[in-house]
């Protein structure tokens, strides 16, 4: 599962990373993003031939969707059904997106309490999370982050991770044909590279934000997942 997650770069820096033409007119640090916030994408503009960064709200509208408020419910698209789900396989064939993150959060039972968890590059890297778009009756773009099952030690966290795409699976995930092959779990490497960090109670409020809910919390009992 993710349902929260930070990206901070700003779009200078995500339209170098990426390769892509910034059309965000600017996007600033979040800390902790949420569902149906607005938030930066890389995708491809087949009109313009080329990688775009966009703004898009989290939480996928398909286009027969009749209420904007289902796009809630609609954050997270698991890879093993996400080419014969009826919400999601136009997207997956014709509209995949990359989603930045600096990294997600996930919550732990801890003697009684939950504990939250930021799940990061140790390095600082940027993340490339694979992602749906779709763009809605209103002109809207909206999306959700593919899913699969979470592997190493992440698995002591949750049962579930974002689909977590390397730089050279990139091309392949926004331009390549809608192969089961683009679905394929991350590698051990870059999950052996991941940083599971304790982190403060503020992250749980949605309207807290700032870099201080990505602090290092001392925390000594090993996690107890909450799935």
């Known amino acids: 599962m993710c349902g929260r997650y930070a990206t901070t770069r700003g779009a200078s820096d995500l339209s170098a990373l ?3 033409v910034d059309d965000t007119a600017g996007v600033g640090p979040r800390y902790n993003v949420a569902p149906t916030d607005e938030v930066p994408i890389v995708r491809m503009s087949r009109r313009r031939d080329m ?22 419910r609609m954050i997270n ?6 080419a014969t789900s009826r919400a999601y396989a136009t997207a997956f064939a014709h509209r995949r997106t990359l989603v930045p993150a600096d990294g997600w959060f996930e919550w732990c039972r801890e ?28 002109g809207r773009l909206t999306f959700s982050v593919v899913t699969t099952a979470a592997a190493g030690p992440l698995a002591t966290v949750h049962d579930r991770m974002p689909l977590v795409l390397p730089p050279g699976r990139w091309r392949d ?22 940083e599971i960090r304790p982190v403060g109670a503020a992250v749980g409020n ?10 290092n919390v001392d925390v000594k009992p090993a996690p107890e997942p909450l799935w």
């Open 77 to 82: 698209a698991r890879a093993e059904t996400v």
């Open 111 to 138: 003697g009684g309490r939950r504990q939250a968890y930021f799940l990061t590059p140790a390095d600082g890297a940027v993340l490339a999370l694979a992602g749906l778009w779709s763009r809605w009756t209103d």
């Open 206 to 215: 949605v309207r807290n934000d700032g870099p201080e809910l990505l602090t």
């Open 18 to 20: 990426f390769e892509a």
């Open 173 to 194: 995930w926004l331009t390549g044909p809608a192969a089961a092959s683009l679905l394929r779990p991350p590698p051990p490497d870059l999950l052996g590279g991941m």
């Open 51 to 72: 990688r775009v960064l966009s703004v898009a709200r989290w939480g996928l509208l398909p286009v027969w969707a009749r209420d904007p408020r289902a796009g809630a």
